[in-house]
Nanobody, 121 residues
């Protein structure tokens, strides 16, 4: 089982980025994006139930970020719009067998390698 995250970079405040997470080996019940800023704990950003497509977002990104999936490609995306400097972090994709889009880090057994997103002011 492998998760590979792509798409990070440097962008100005107000700009957009799209992250991708390609999963191989199997499919899971839920997938999610987490982020970890320097000196802070890893936090939930957005999640999706793979089969039913339900989504859930952290309040801090609601209305700006959109999570989606391409089932044949077994790939998850995070479209990030209206980026703010406080969105700067390493973003990780994660997967779990649970179906109810957990938000706890400890629920996710599989993690991608992380991709850096830096938003300049």
């Amino acid at each position: 089982v492998q998760l590979q995250a792509f798409g990070g970079g440097l962008v100005q405040a107000g700009g957009s980025l799209r992250l991708s997470c390609a999963a191989s080996g199997r499919t899971f019940g839920s997938y999610a994006w987490f982020r970890q800023a320097l000196g802070k704990e890893r936090e939930f950003v957005a999640g999706m139930g793979w089969s039913f497509g339900g989504t859930y977002y952290a309040d801090s990104v609601k209305g700006r970020f959109t999570i989606s999936r391409d089932i044949p490609k077994n790939t998850m995306y995070l479209q990030m719009n209206s980026l703010k400097p406080e969105d700067t972090a390493v973003y990780y994709c994660a997967a779990t067998s649970a179906f109810k889009i957990p938000t706890s880090v400890t629920t996710y057994a599989y993690w991608g390698q992380g991709t850096q997103v830096t938003v300049s002011s």
